[in-house]
C-alpha cells in the first residue's frame, strides 16, 4: 500500500488500534515541528460518541476542501430543539435543502408501525427524498470528476433505508467518488453496513475525542486530498 508524508500543524503521534486494513486512526496532536505518514486510503470517516463534534469538523472540512475548489456534495444531520430541548434530527444537503429525519414521539400511532429508535420515530420516507438524489448523482458523476460525497451519518435511523444501504455501497464502489462520512461507535448489537465499513481495505477512520477535535480538521483534509490523488 502507498503512503504519503503529510504536513500538519503539530506533533502528531499516530495510534492504531485493532487489525486490518480498515483500523482506526487516533491522532494526538499536542506540540510542535514534525510531520506525519497517513496510509493511502481511498474513503474518509469520522467515529467517535454522540456530540462529540463529528457534524461540526464534517461541515469545517467540506467548506476548506470548497475553498481548494474541490467538488463537495452530500448532507448532514442537525439537532433540532425547542425551548432549548431536542425534539429530533433533521437531514440537510450541502446545497442547502432541509427535511426531518426523526422526531420525538412518546405514544405509537394506531395502525401504524414506526421505525424507531428510542423516543425517536424516523421519517424514512423524507429522509430517503433528500439523501438519495445526492448518492445517486455522485454514482453517476464519478468517474467524470474526482469529487467527494459527504454521508453524516451511517448509524441506526439511517439504516432503516433499504435504498439507503444499497446506494451506500455503490458510492463506495464508485469510481472517483471519495466519500467522507461518519459512523457512530460501536455498541449494542453491530450495524452490518458500518462494521462492513470499517473493515473495508480502502477506508481510513478517525476516532474523534474530546482531546483532539480541535486539531483533527488538517489531518481529515490533507487525508481526503491524497485520496483524490
Do not use: W
Amino acid at each position: 500500500m502507498r503512503r504519503v508524508l503529510l504536513p500538519v500543524g503539530g506533533r502528531t503521534r499516530p495510534e492504531f488500534s485493532g487489525g486490518g486494513a480498515g483500523r482506526e486512526l487516533n491522532l494526538d496532536l499536542r506540540a510542535a515541528g514534525t510531520t506525519t505518514i497517513l496510509h493511502m486510503a481511498r474513503h474518509v470517516f469520522l467515529t467517535g460518541p454522540p456530540g462529540v463534534g463529528k457534524t461540526t469538523l464534517i461541515q469545517k472540512a467540506s467548506e476548506r476542501l470548497q475553498s481548494f475548489g474541490v467538488a463537495v456534495d452530500g448532507f448532514y444531520t442537525e439537532e433540532v430543539r425547542q425551548g432549548g430541548r431536542r425534539t429530533g434530527f433533521d437531514v440537510v444537503t450541502l446545497s442547502g435543502a432541509r427535511g426531518p429525519l426523526s422526531r420525538v414521539r412518546s405514544e405509537p400511532q394506531p395502525g401504524r408501525c414506526d421505525c424507531r429508535v428510542g423516543q425517536y420515530v424516523v421519517d424514512v420516507a423524507s429522509f430517503e427524498q433528500l439523501a438519495l438524489p445526492v448518492l445517486k448523482n455522485a454514482i453517476s458523476s464519478g468517474g467524470s470528476r474526482q469529487g467527494v460525497c459527504v454521508i453524516d451519518e451511517i448509524g441506526k435511523m439511517e439504516l432503516f433505508s433499504q435504498p439507503f444501504i444499497q446506494a451506500v455501497r455503490q458510492t463506495l464502489s464508485s469510481p472517483g467518488t471519495v466519500v467522507l462520512g461518519t459512523i457512530p461507535v460501536p455498541k449494542g448489537k453491530p450495524l452490518a453496513l458500518v462494521e462492513e465499513i470499517r473493515k473495508r481495505p480502502d477506508v481510513k477512520v478517525f476516532s474523534v475525542t474530546k482531546e483532539n477535535r480541535n486539531h483533527l480538521l488538517p489531518d481529515i483534509v490533507n487525508c481526503v486530498q491524497s485520496s483524490r490523488m
